[in-house]
């Protein structure tokens, strides 16, 4: 949608396929980063976009074992705004699309779910998809895959991927929240670990769980999952009953993974349909909209040239790759040490070492820095057409 919008606004005629009739879903990345309101901020959208309801979040904090920490302050970070913002995915979307449509180049399809890829002579021509009226075919000049973890456009292109690996997955779920819960995001301890995002009115919760290991706590019930939560978290204790079944409860089943080569003639992937990401820290959104900012930058003059090439399309990844590999490697190193406390039902503690840089800040300002602004913060450098005297559209993208 970021990318679809960008192009838009410089002029390309870009058609974006949302295989759903809404964004309405559940259990999304809604973590919104500095990063990404720095873009908000460049593109002139940050104040009506602080409009819709949304919570601030200027610095996370977390508890392991006993001790109280702060895993990422965001006061220090230099972008326009210091903190991170939580709102639904699905309002993020529509706030996207909203400000997209008012580029007579940018045209929505919803309910248009792609099937496959057409290809002409070695080269991406388009892509195919149903919609309630039957199939439907884009022929276009690049059809960028942005469609997630499961990508059917990565799937279908052929390109190679490099599986990094993951020890655990994911229960999300959502919980009543009250005034005066605490606030603390993180808590991990004995064997347990559960992450809490505020949510306004209700908690959206992740319990962490070891790799494979689901359907041994299925067949220990419902019952067992709220005492584990109830246990880790004891301010929800009155509230687990809300779980009522295994249907409150969705997996989200980790991948950590990228793609070995981002694209092919007539063809991009970006966001997790490139490198998926784990949920640590919530930054595969962010990251996704980095990689469509960069994506735009990069392609916005060619397509007004007239010629997008293959070397256009390895400039981006070149670009981007290696703050996604950066990124990659701190979560697997969290991942190893989050999979170290869930195999052992001993009291986990902050080593003495940390503890003292805990007392300074100093850590928590530095992970601040990189959740929220990331290794390579890109920034928008396309213009807006519609507001030169002359308007033109070149080329056409299928997104």
Not at 36 to 50: D, I, Q, S
Request: charge should be positive; hydrophobic fraction near 40%; aromatic fraction near 8%.
């Amino acid at each position: 949608m970021m990318l679809g919008y960008l192009l838009a606004r410089a002029g390309i005629e870009v058609v974006v396929l949302e295989k759903h009739a809404d964004f309405l879903r559940d259990f999304r990345g809604d973590t919104i980063h500095p990063s990404t309101l720095e873009v908000m901020h460049e593109l002139g959208l940050l104040k009506e976009f602080l409009k819709r309801p949304h919570q601030e979040i200027t610095e996370l904090r977390g508890q392991i074992g006993s001790v109280e920490f702060v895993p990422g302050d965001f006061s220090h970070v230099p972008t326009q705004c210091r903190f991170m913002v939580m709102m639904p995915q699905w309002d993020f979307l529509n706030f996207l699309a909203e400000q997209a449509q008012r580029y007579p180049t940018f045209h929505l399809r919803m309910q248009a779910e792609v099937t496959g890829l057409m290809e002409n002579a070695g080269r991406i021509a388009g892509v195919r998809a149903k919609t309630p009226d039957g199939e439907l075919e884009i022929r276009a000049d690049l059809a960028v895959g942005a469609d997630g973890r499961n990508s059917i456009v990565r799937d279908c292109s052929g390109l190679k991927v490099e599986d990094i690996g993951a020890p655990m997955d994911v229960l999300w779920m959502r919980m009543s929240r009250k005034p005066d819960d605490p606030d603390m995001t993180f808590r991990f301890d004995r064997g347990k670990a559960l992450v809490v995002l505020n949510r306004g009115d209700y908690w959206q919760g992740a319990f962490l769980i070891s790799k494979g290991s689901y359907e041994g706590i299925r067949q220990k019930g419902i019952e067992g999952l709220r005492a584990r939560i109830a246990e880790i978290a004891p301010f929800l204790s009155s509230r687990v009953e809300e779980l009522k079944d295994w249907d409150d409860i969705k997996l989200l089943t980790v991948r950590v993974d990228r793609l070995r080569q981002w694209y092919r003639p007539g063809l991009l992937c970006i966001g997790d349909a490139a490198h998926a990401m784990s949920p640590i820290g919530g930054v595969g959104i962010n990251l996704a909209i980095q990689d469509a900012v960069a994506a735009a930058n990069i392609l916005a003059g060619p397509f007004r040239e007239g010629a997008v090439t293959a070397a256009h399309l390895a400039k981006i990844q070149n670009r981007r790759a290696l703050p996604t590999r950066l990124t990659q490697w701190l979560q697997v190193i969290l991942q190893k040490q989050l999979a170290r406390i869930l195999g052992t039902s001993e009291r986990v503690e902050l080593p003495w070492a940390q503890r003292i840089i805990e007392r300074t800040k100093l850590g928590s300002r530095i992970r601040g820095r990189i959740l929220g602004v990331g290794f390579r913060p890109e920034h928008v450098k396309t213009p807006d057409v519609y507001q030169e005297p002359e308007r033109r559209a070149a080329g056409h993208v299928s997104l």
